[in-house]
Every structure is written in C-alpha cells, then in structure tokens.
C-alpha cells in the first residue's frame, strides 16, 4: 500500500502536468487499481483492530472501531477514493462526445485531481506502523520524505 501512495504522489502530478487530456490505456489501468485498493482498505479499517493509546490494548469490537474510524480518518479516505479520472475518461466513452483537454471542465478536473494527494495522508498512519515493523529510524524518515520532496518538485 505504501509503494502505491508513493507511485501517486509522483505519477499524478506528472500525469496533470504532463499530460492533461491523454490518459493512455496504462494510465486508466493503473488508476483502476489504485482506486479499488484504496475502497478496499476503507471495508478494511473498518473490521481492523485499533490500539488504544493509553493502555496499548487491541480493540477488536466491530462498533468501537467504526467509531474512532469514523472520526478519524474516514472523511480523507472518502474524498481521496473518489475516483474522478476515472469518470471524467469514461463521459466521452459513454456520451459519444469528442474530450477536449482545453475546456474548462477538463482544467477543473485536472485541479481536482489533485485532491488524490489527499491519500498521502495514508502514509502517516502507515509510516507509524512501519517504524515499528522496521525499526526505522525518525531521521531516517525525514531523509526520505525530504529527498522525495526535492525529486517531487
């Protein structure tokens, strides 16, 4: 899950930036595969134990966990699945119509897609659980996301 973040958070603002209106057949395939793996890991946290901060206990019971996720992280995960390049390629396919990468409805669609990098906030939650898998340390860490900032931009 961690790798396909990453992919995201290079690829789709190469993608608007590069090229706006081409969404090749990989393209699409890709964004189809990130988008259902995203949905899924929303059914997933909501049937995944959470740990309680204070006592370190695991909390297995279905309606305490769909609480906490529900004001956590739910609303991020929602908006970050929504899956608008998908649609906005399937409206031309369906309609009949011509796409125009020009008009002003493909440049609002490219300004949402930006709304994807909303998915980045998955990796703070990961990147907790994979120091403690890992080990890694907090430098580290900050090593990476500055070199992928910098490669980024």
């Known amino acids: 899950m961690v790798l396909l973040l990453v992919a995201n958070m290079v690829f789709v603002p190469l993608h608007i930036a590069f090229f706006p209106g081409r969404a090749s057949t990989r393209w699409i395939i890709f964004l189809a595969i990130t988008e259902v793996l995203l949905i899924s890991d929303i059914f997933l946290n909501f049937r995944t134990g959470v740990v309680e ?20 992280w739910f609303l991020v995960d929602v908006i970050s699945s929504v899956p608008l390049d998908i649609v906005v390629w399937l409206i031309p396919v369906i309609t009949g119509a011509q796409p125009d990468p020009d008009s002003a409805m493909a440049r ?46």
Do not use: M, P, W
């Open 108 to 153: 609002v669609v490219r300004l949402l897609s930006f709304v994807k990098l909303l998915k980045l906030s998955r990796l703070v939650r990961y990147g907790s659980r994979t120091e403690q898998i890992l080990s890694i340390k907090v430098s580290q860490k900050k090593y990476v996301f500055i070199s992928s900032f910098f490669c980024h931009v």
């Open 53 to 72: 901060d204070l006592t370190r206990n695991v909390v297995i019971d279905r309606g305490e966990i769909a609480k906490r996720y529900l004001r956590g």
